[in-house]
Each structure stands twice: as structure tokens, then as C-alpha cells.
């Protein structure tokens, strides 16, 4: 079972950016498809990005345009490049790979990492 560890989080004003890791425990990361999602207080976890294993990226249409999906294969590893960031992006943000299904609901992904959270200021 591979494990999935985010890190990158952390406080930021409104405006400014901020990049996230994903570091997967197995080198067959390579063959998943791969997902960041982000989960507010009080609000259900929602869908961010999408990444295939080829590398060809999805975005919601609150992040399209501000955040930028990428994978290191060699690395074992994810990365969710932030900027432009609002308020309204304070979360904790989670990432997964996908197990199924054919949305990009939280449902269709696993092995799900602690969080890391990101804080917005305004």
C-alpha cells in the first residue's frame, strides 16, 4: 500500500504563493494517478487538481488559472505549485491517489496523506 506525506504549508498574506509536496513511499508512485484535495472547517473535502500518470493535469475552476499540478517521478513525488493565493484557499489540503470511479470525487481516491494545512491571510 503505498503512503502518501504532504508538506509544504503553512501562512501566507492574500496575493502570495505557495508550493506543496506529496512524497509517495513506493516507487510504483510512477503508475497512479494522482489527485490534491483540500478540506475547510466546517466544509466537506473538495476537489483541486488532478495529474495522470502521463502528467496531463485537471483543475477545479476555483484554482484554474492559480494553481499549477506537477509530478517528479524520479522523486517519488507531487507537487502543487499555489499563487494568487485568497482566503478563501485556507484549508488543510490533502493528497490521493486515484482508486477509481469516473469523477474526480473524493470517493474514487485513497491512501490519503495527514494534511497540510494553508492558511490565507487577508
Known amino acids: 500500500q503505498v503512503q502518501l506525506v504532504e508538506s509544504g504549508g503553512g501562512v501566507v498574506q492574500a496575493g502570495g504563493s505557495l508550493r506543496l509536496s506529496c512524497a509517495a513511499s513506493?516507487?510504483?508512485?510512477?503508475?497512479?494517478?494522482m489527485g490534491w484535495f483540500r478540506q475547510a472547517p466546517g466544509k466537506e473535502r473538495e476537489f483541486v487538481a488532478y495529474?495522470?500518470?502521463?502528467?496531463?493535469?485537471i483543475y477545479s475552476d476555483r484554482v484554474k488559472g492559480r494553481f499549477t499540478i506537477s509530478r517528479d517521478n524520479t522523486k517519488n513525488t507531487m507537487y502543487l505549485q499555489m499563487k494568487d493565493l485568497e482566503p478563501e484557499d485556507t484549508a488543510v489540503y490533502y493528497c490521493?491517489?486515484?482508486?477509481?470511479?469516473?469523477?474526480?470525487?473524493?470517493?474514487?481516491?485513497?491512501?490519503w496523506g495527514q494534511g497540510t494545512q494553508v492558511t490565507v491571510s487577508s
Open positions: 490521493a491517489v486515484r482508486i477509481g470511479g469516473y469523477s474526480y470525487s473524493p470517493t474514487n481516491f485513497g491512501s
Open positions: 513506493r516507487r510504483t508512485f510512477s503508475i497512479y494517478d
Open positions: 495529474i495522470r500518470s502521463s502528467g496531463v493535469p
